[in-house]
Protein backbone atom coordinates (compact mmCIF):
# COMPACT_ATOMS: atom_id res chain seq x y z
CA UNK A 1 0.00 0.00 0.00
CA UNK A 2 1.35 3.63 -0.73
CA UNK A 3 0.62 6.27 1.45
CA UNK A 4 2.06 10.27 2.05
CA UNK A 5 1.91 12.11 4.46
CA UNK A 6 2.27 16.19 4.77
CA UNK A 7 2.68 17.02 8.62
CA UNK A 8 1.69 20.77 8.56
CA UNK A 9 -1.84 21.54 7.84
CA UNK A 10 -1.07 24.80 7.28
CA UNK A 11 2.01 26.84 6.70
CA UNK A 12 2.52 30.85 7.15
CA UNK A 13 5.30 32.46 4.96
CA UNK A 14 5.34 35.95 4.68
CA UNK A 15 5.40 37.80 1.25
CA UNK A 16 8.87 37.45 -0.68
CA UNK A 17 10.66 35.01 1.68
CA UNK A 18 11.08 31.22 0.58
CA UNK A 19 8.21 28.26 1.28
CA UNK A 20 8.48 25.08 1.88
CA UNK A 21 5.66 22.65 2.12
CA UNK A 22 6.78 19.18 3.34
CA UNK A 23 6.05 15.88 2.08
CA UNK A 24 6.61 12.52 2.69
CA UNK A 25 5.89 9.10 0.98
CA UNK A 26 5.63 5.40 1.17
CA UNK A 27 5.36 3.14 -1.71
CA UNK A 28 6.56 -0.45 -2.44
CA UNK A 29 8.52 0.57 -5.30
CA UNK A 30 9.34 3.02 -7.28
CA UNK A 31 7.43 6.54 -6.82
CA UNK A 32 5.38 8.92 -9.42
CA UNK A 33 5.55 12.07 -7.50
CA UNK A 34 3.02 14.85 -8.00
CA UNK A 35 1.90 17.88 -6.25
CA UNK A 36 -1.41 19.84 -7.21
CA UNK A 37 -2.72 22.77 -5.73
CA UNK A 38 -6.39 23.33 -5.37
CA UNK A 39 -8.12 27.16 -5.08
CA UNK A 40 -11.27 27.09 -3.21
CA UNK A 41 -14.57 25.18 -4.78
CA UNK A 42 -12.24 24.41 -7.76
CA UNK A 43 -10.44 21.13 -8.49
CA UNK A 44 -6.98 20.18 -8.87
CA UNK A 45 -4.05 22.26 -10.87
CA UNK A 46 -1.15 20.28 -11.84
CA UNK A 47 2.09 21.79 -10.49
CA UNK A 48 4.85 19.70 -11.31
CA UNK A 49 5.89 15.65 -11.05
CA UNK A 50 8.78 13.10 -10.12
CA UNK A 51 9.22 10.86 -12.63
CA UNK A 52 12.53 9.45 -13.01
CA UNK A 53 16.14 11.56 -13.89
CA UNK A 54 16.91 14.51 -11.91
CA UNK A 55 16.04 14.70 -8.66
CA UNK A 56 15.00 18.87 -8.68
CA UNK A 57 12.08 19.01 -10.39
CA UNK A 58 11.00 22.33 -11.85
CA UNK A 59 7.34 23.26 -12.16
CA UNK A 60 4.54 25.96 -12.59
CA UNK A 61 4.35 29.04 -11.46
CA UNK A 62 8.35 29.38 -10.03
CA UNK A 63 7.49 26.18 -7.34
CA UNK A 64 9.96 23.56 -7.66
CA UNK A 65 10.71 19.95 -5.53
CA UNK A 66 13.40 18.04 -5.21
CA UNK A 67 13.09 13.90 -4.70
CA UNK A 68 14.82 12.39 -1.89
CA UNK A 69 14.78 8.94 -1.87
CA UNK A 70 17.05 8.32 1.44
CA UNK A 71 14.65 10.62 3.23
CA UNK A 72 11.25 9.50 1.01
CA UNK A 73 10.56 13.16 0.65
CA UNK A 74 9.52 15.76 -2.00
CA UNK A 75 9.13 19.08 -0.52
CA UNK A 76 7.78 21.88 -2.43
CA UNK A 77 9.61 24.69 -2.42
CA UNK A 78 9.62 28.32 -4.18
CA UNK A 79 12.33 31.01 -3.46
CA UNK A 80 9.62 33.70 -3.04
CA UNK A 81 6.50 33.73 -2.19
CA UNK A 82 3.32 35.51 -3.49
CA UNK A 83 0.13 36.33 -1.88
CA UNK A 84 -1.83 34.51 -4.89
CA UNK A 85 0.78 31.58 -3.95
CA UNK A 86 -2.14 31.21 -1.09
CA UNK A 87 -4.21 28.14 -1.50
CA UNK A 88 -4.35 24.29 -0.68
CA UNK A 89 -1.44 22.41 -2.24
CA UNK A 90 -1.57 18.16 -1.88
CA UNK A 91 1.12 16.01 -2.23
CA UNK A 92 0.33 12.59 -4.55
CA UNK A 93 1.74 9.33 -5.21
CA UNK A 94 1.49 6.00 -7.26
CA UNK A 95 3.61 3.57 -7.32
CA UNK A 96 5.66 3.05 -10.45
CA UNK A 97 5.24 -0.91 -10.16
CA UNK A 98 1.90 -0.99 -9.49
CA UNK A 99 1.57 -1.34 -13.41
CA UNK A 100 -2.12 -0.59 -14.89
CA UNK A 101 -3.33 2.58 -14.03
CA UNK A 102 -3.59 3.06 -10.66
CA UNK A 103 -4.90 6.10 -9.07
CA UNK A 104 -3.22 8.69 -7.39
CA UNK A 105 -3.02 8.60 -2.97
CA UNK A 106 -3.06 11.97 -2.08
CA UNK A 107 -2.03 13.65 0.88
CA UNK A 108 -4.09 15.28 3.33
CA UNK A 109 -3.15 19.32 2.17
CA UNK A 110 -1.31 22.07 3.49
CA UNK A 111 -3.05 25.20 3.53
CA UNK A 112 -0.44 27.91 2.47
CA UNK A 113 -1.24 31.30 3.99
CA UNK A 114 1.07 33.95 2.31
CA UNK A 115 1.24 37.34 4.45
CA UNK A 116 1.41 40.17 2.92
CA UNK B 1 -2.13 21.75 -20.66
CA UNK B 2 -4.71 19.05 -21.03
CA UNK B 3 -8.56 20.42 -21.06
CA UNK B 4 -10.95 17.76 -18.46
CA UNK B 5 -14.26 19.33 -18.34
CA UNK B 6 -16.72 18.58 -15.81
CA UNK B 7 -20.80 18.98 -16.31
CA UNK B 8 -22.58 20.19 -13.97
CA UNK B 9 -20.46 22.20 -11.87
CA UNK B 10 -23.29 22.38 -9.32
CA UNK B 11 -26.41 20.18 -8.13
CA UNK B 12 -29.10 20.25 -5.74
CA UNK B 13 -31.19 17.17 -5.61
CA UNK B 14 -33.94 15.65 -3.53
CA UNK B 15 -33.23 12.54 -1.50
CA UNK B 16 -34.14 9.22 -3.21
CA UNK B 17 -33.14 10.94 -6.88
CA UNK B 18 -30.26 9.81 -9.23
CA UNK B 19 -27.81 12.35 -10.38
CA UNK B 20 -25.27 12.03 -13.44
CA UNK B 21 -22.02 13.79 -13.93
CA UNK B 22 -19.99 13.96 -16.79
CA UNK B 23 -16.52 14.10 -17.33
CA UNK B 24 -14.32 14.91 -20.73
CA UNK B 25 -10.70 15.14 -21.86
CA UNK B 26 -11.15 17.90 -24.58
CA UNK B 27 -8.24 17.74 -26.38
CA UNK B 28 -7.12 14.19 -26.09
CA UNK B 29 -8.04 10.67 -25.52
CA UNK B 30 -8.03 8.95 -22.39
CA UNK B 31 -8.42 5.24 -22.03
CA UNK B 32 -8.00 6.23 -18.03
CA UNK B 33 -10.40 7.96 -16.14
CA UNK B 34 -10.59 8.28 -12.13
CA UNK B 35 -13.53 9.82 -9.66
CA UNK B 36 -11.81 11.03 -6.66
CA UNK B 37 -14.45 12.02 -3.60
CA UNK B 38 -13.41 15.20 -1.33
CA UNK B 39 -15.18 16.28 1.93
CA UNK B 40 -14.89 19.40 3.40
CA UNK B 41 -11.41 20.19 4.72
CA UNK B 42 -10.30 17.05 3.52
CA UNK B 43 -7.81 15.30 1.07
CA UNK B 44 -9.20 13.56 -2.14
CA UNK B 45 -10.16 9.92 -1.71
CA UNK B 46 -10.12 7.81 -4.47
CA UNK B 47 -13.41 5.84 -5.49
CA UNK B 48 -13.08 4.14 -8.76
CA UNK B 49 -11.14 3.67 -12.03
CA UNK B 50 -12.81 4.03 -15.38
CA UNK B 51 -11.84 2.33 -17.62
CA UNK B 52 -12.93 2.68 -21.48
CA UNK B 53 -14.65 -0.31 -22.66
CA UNK B 54 -15.00 -2.27 -19.73
CA UNK B 55 -15.97 -1.88 -16.13
CA UNK B 56 -14.76 0.28 -13.40
CA UNK B 57 -12.95 -1.21 -10.77
CA UNK B 58 -13.64 0.45 -7.23
CA UNK B 59 -11.82 1.07 -3.96
CA UNK B 60 -12.98 -0.68 -1.19
CA UNK B 61 -16.10 0.66 1.05
CA UNK B 62 -17.02 1.87 -2.26
CA UNK B 63 -20.41 0.84 -3.45
CA UNK B 64 -20.24 0.23 -7.25
CA UNK B 65 -24.64 -0.28 -7.01
CA UNK B 66 -24.49 3.05 -5.83
CA UNK B 67 -22.22 4.89 -7.96
CA UNK B 68 -22.19 3.85 -11.68
CA UNK B 69 -19.59 4.95 -13.42
CA UNK B 70 -19.45 4.42 -17.28
CA UNK B 71 -16.78 5.13 -19.77
CA UNK B 72 -18.10 4.69 -22.88
CA UNK B 73 -15.32 6.75 -25.00
CA UNK B 74 -12.01 7.63 -25.07
CA UNK B 75 -13.20 11.15 -24.00
CA UNK B 76 -16.20 10.66 -21.75
CA UNK B 77 -16.63 8.90 -18.26
CA UNK B 78 -19.80 9.52 -16.37
CA UNK B 79 -20.87 8.76 -12.13
CA UNK B 80 -24.08 8.33 -11.52
CA UNK B 81 -25.12 8.55 -8.07
CA UNK B 82 -28.09 6.56 -7.72
CA UNK B 83 -30.74 6.97 -4.61
CA UNK B 84 -28.97 9.67 -3.21
CA UNK B 85 -28.94 10.22 0.40
CA UNK B 86 -27.45 13.30 1.94
CA UNK B 87 -24.67 11.94 3.18
CA UNK B 88 -23.55 11.61 -0.36
CA UNK B 89 -23.16 15.37 -0.80
CA UNK B 90 -19.78 16.06 -1.68
CA UNK B 91 -17.29 17.47 -4.20
CA UNK B 92 -16.75 15.18 -6.94
CA UNK B 93 -14.05 15.48 -9.36
CA UNK B 94 -12.77 13.47 -11.84
CA UNK B 95 -8.96 13.04 -13.70
CA UNK B 96 -7.79 11.58 -17.06
CA UNK B 97 -4.55 9.97 -17.06
CA UNK B 98 -2.30 10.96 -20.27
CA UNK B 99 -0.07 8.75 -21.36
CA UNK B 100 2.65 10.68 -19.56
CA UNK B 101 0.67 9.56 -15.99
CA UNK B 102 -0.16 12.86 -15.88
CA UNK B 103 -3.53 12.94 -14.59
CA UNK B 104 -5.98 15.96 -15.33
CA UNK B 105 -8.30 17.14 -12.78
CA UNK B 106 -12.08 18.32 -13.87
CA UNK B 107 -12.84 21.69 -11.73
CA UNK B 108 -15.40 19.27 -9.60
CA UNK B 109 -18.85 19.22 -9.15
CA UNK B 110 -20.45 20.08 -5.75
CA UNK B 111 -23.72 18.07 -4.78
CA UNK B 112 -25.92 18.85 -2.31
CA UNK B 113 -28.43 16.63 -1.66
CA UNK B 114 -31.68 17.66 0.61
Known amino acids: AQSVAQPEDQVNVAEGNPLTVKCTYS??????LFWYVQYPNRGLQFLLK??????LVKGSYGFEAEFNKSQTSFHLKKPSALVSDSALYFC??????????????FGKGTHLIIQP | GAVVSQHPSWVICKSGTSVKIECRSL??????MFWYRQFPKQSLMLMAT?????????EQGVEKDKFLINHASLTLSTLTVTSAHPEDSSFYIC??????????FGPGTRLTVT
Open chain 2, 95 to 104: SARSRLYEQY
Open chain 1, 27 to 32: VSGNPY
Open chain 1, 50 to 55: YITGDN
Open chain 1, 92 to 105: AVRDRSGGGADGLT
Open chain 2, 27 to 32: DFQATT
Open chain 2, 50 to 58: SNEGSKATY
